[in-house]
């Protein structure tokens, strides 16, 4: 059974900076794409950044130059280092994997971390 465990989202002021770790696990057979998606209250699930297992990126432009996305293939992590965090980036930060397992392939969620910028 694929699990994704994410850790690292809690509370910072506007202008600090937090490491998001998602880690995934089980009978993983191989991971393609993997990523970061947030959704705010009363808002849609949005991409916020994604990474291809050759290391391609892919930001929104709302996170552009402030966060960056890295993966560990060794490790099957994948990280979100966030800076210069603004209050409209408050939400639950879901990481989520497309992979390949022994029993079936597809994407992946994890279980979400909530980040909270606020002075």
């Known amino acids: 059974q694929v699990q994704l465990v994410e850790s690292g989202g809690g509370l910072v002021q506007p202008g600090g900076s937090l490491r998001l770790s998602c880690v995934a696990s089980?009978?993983?057979?191989?991971?393609?794409?993997m990523g970061w998606y947030r959704q705010a209250p009363g808002k849609e699930r949005e991409l916020v950044a994604a990474?291809?297992?050759?290391?391609?990126?892919n930001y929104a432009d709302s996170v552009k130059g402030r966060f960056t996305i890295s993966r560990d293939n060794t490790k099957n992590m994948v990280y979100l280092q966030m800076n210069s965090l603004k209050p409209e980036d408050t939400a639950v930060y879901y990481c989520?994997?497309?992979?390949?397992?022994?029993?079936?392939?597809?994407?992946?969620w994890g279980q979400g971390t909530q980040v909270t910028v606020s002075s």
């Open positions: 989520c994997a497309d992979l390949i397992s022994s029993s079936r392939g597809g994407r992946f």
């Open positions: 089980g009978n993983i057979l191989s991971i393609y794409t």
């Open positions: 990474i291809t297992a050759g290391m391609s990126t």
